[in-house]
């Protein structure tokens, strides 16, 4: 039974990964009148709302019923896709972002949780970690695939890519209703209240470490703040193909191509850390998205264009995990987790504010847009450079070995 119910789950997570207007998505915004500070906007009410549903929406799961928590989930991210190809005024497209967020939100947590509890309640708990990674071998196989196959669709009509998209998200939603329930038990929300009062002393604690070491702050500008610039650039990239005369049935060929290079990186990272360490991958991976943006600005020429490209997404795969492992050595193990989701939303806040401010530039012109988001992520980037350079001296953080008591002094 429960490689039935893991079945369904694989095949579910293929289908609501399926994104076929991804490839399109900014030049189905302006044609239908928006211009770019909006659609940058969009992306800050959308990283808005994921900041104020994803505790709140966990929480309610482990109180109640966590398959009618992905079933709405899944529910919103079918509405988020069905109001973006009704949408022309931005008050739509804004409603279609902030179900999408919504949908975001509730999978993120209650997603990792339904599968765990389920291969647990069949005596299979340890089988969860080849479950995890069969989800994710399904959702990277559908963000492959909806590259090219998006891109085909959108040749004939950019609506046609994006309700095929919502018809692959409906049968993802489908084979949800078809799972278990996974109710709690009796005694779950004394357990549920225990647990609001130890993640609230969690969080104190964790804030109070952040607000005597400041200078951690600047990890989140260089981490998850430079992150939702590169992430802003699928709303740029798409302009720089039409310029450089790149027909719209290959655009999906290009980016599958950036995704395929980012998972080679991956692959290397380690090695890369055994052998350079973290400080010099970081400095050049973050020089190197930096040209490839002012290179994207610079030239009409497709095959620049594709090669700054593939930079950006070796450049993020490089220097994200090693990012992630000297900030996971900064901090106590017993404020950790806290800590960072604490940086990550410091990042992510920022970047709402400066979101519109990337589009307001690209509506001058595609250039100064990029240009821009260059700026950000070596400003973002060498704001902490300083402070990464002096704790790489550092032999633990050098060596990137593990640290689980956090003994490394960043002050």
Known sequence: ??????????????????????????LFMVSRGLDYTEIFTLESILALVLFLV??????????????????LGHAAAVMSVLFFAWARPFWMFAVSYALSGVGIAILSGVESAYVYDLCKAFDGQEHSTRVYAWLNAAEQCATLLSFPLGSWLAMHSYVLAVYATAAANAVGLFLVLLMPAQRVRGNQGQEDDQRVTNQRSALVSAWNFIV??????LLAFAGPAVWVVFNGFNYLNQPLFVRAGLPVHDFGWVMAAGSLSAMAISLLVGRVNQRFGFMGPIVASTLAMSAAFACMAWTNHLAWIVVSILILNMGESLRSPLLNSVTNSLVPSEVRATALSVLTAVGTLLTL??????????DHSVAAGL???GALVFLFSFGGFPFLLRI???SALREMSPDPSGDANPR
């Open 392 to 394: 790489s001296r550092h």
């Open 371 to 373: 240009l821009f988001s």
């Open 54 to 71: 994803d505790i709140p929406s966990s929480a309610w799961a482990d109180r109640y019923d966590r398959k009618w928590m992905l079933v």
């Open 1 to 26: 039974m429960l490689k039935r119910y893991v079945g369904l789950l694989v095949v579910q997570k293929f289908f609501s990964s399926t994104l076929l207007y991804g490839v399109v998505a900014s």
């Open 353 to 362: 504010i400066l979101n519109p401010v990337i589009g307001h530039f690209a």
């Open 212 to 217: 005597s070491n400041p200078r951690l702050l």
